[in-house]
């Protein structure tokens, strides 16, 4: 079965260094999103993006953060300059239409100290 | 909001009996899922059922939707050790096609062997 494909799987940072996160949704799905997932707590909503631009993004998705799909492949989430509150588990999705389902990738764990 | 939130949040049984989850939502939907997440990892869809269907079953999960109580409900019957996870729902909005999924804060499932 197509995966969704998230690199690294564990980044550690310091404050206020940018990191990006990487995704390989899969590739004939249309809708790409990320969200976070803060250590036991519940899986926030960030951002979706459809037709090269984003078409819903959250509170949470303030001026720090943007995304880009820079090749036909790749899609990415850069946090400029990260603060301790970032750390959390963060996933892409992507889905085929916006009313299917959602396949997710394994996560990203960001750890910013 | 069209967020769901599951209940109980956390669920003790013993291999073999039957778990059942609930989730209510707020507003009018076009469908909803349930996902599962093990541990530190990605959620995967379980199942989807719209919002013109009552009952839906997939091997030992059946689901029911009650629009008219904005609630559904999750069966894992005869449960195992293996499905120890948390497990949410995630509702689709009927009037705006783009808004994602809003996951509730998700029920964590304990299967005892």
């Known amino acids: 079965e197509p995966e969704v494909t998230q690199t690294p799987s564990h980044q550690v940072t310091q404050m206020g260094q940018e990191v990006i996160l990487r995704c390989v949704p899969i590739s004939n799905h249309l809708y790409f999103y990320w969200y976070r997932q803060i250590l036991g707590q519940k899986v926030e909503f960030l951002v979706s993006f459809y037709n090269n631009e984003i078409s819903e993004k959250s509170e949470i998705f303030d001026d720090q953060f943007s995304v880009e799909r820079p090749d036909g492949s790749n899609f990415t989430l850069k946090i400029r300059s990260t603060k301790l509150e970032d750390s959390a588990m963060y996933f892409c999705?992507?889905?085929?239409?916006?009313?299917?389902?959602?396949?997710f990738g394994s996560g990203t764990r960001l750890t910013v100290v | 909001s069209q967020q769901g939130e599951e209940d109980p949040q956390a669920l003790s049984i013993q291999e073999g009996e039957n778990a059942t989850m609930n989730c209510s939502y707020k507003?009018?939907?076009?469908?909803l899922q349930w996902y599962r997440q093990n541990s530190g990892r990605g959620l995967v869809h379980l199942i989807l059922?719209?919002?013109?269907?009552r009952e839906k079953h997939s091997g030992r999960l059946r689901v029911t939707l009650d629009t008219s109580k904005k609630s559904s409900s999750l069966l894992i019957t005869a449960s195992r050790a293996a499905d120890t996870a948390s497990y949410f729902c995630a509702t689709g909005d009927l009037y705006s096609g783009n808004t994602p999924l809003v996951f509730g804060k998700g029920t964590r499932l304990s299967v005892i062997a």
């Open positions: 999705a992507s889905s085929l239409i916006q009313e299917n389902r959602y396949t």
């Open positions: 507003t009018s939907i076009n469908n």
């Open positions: 059922i719209r919002s013109n269907e």
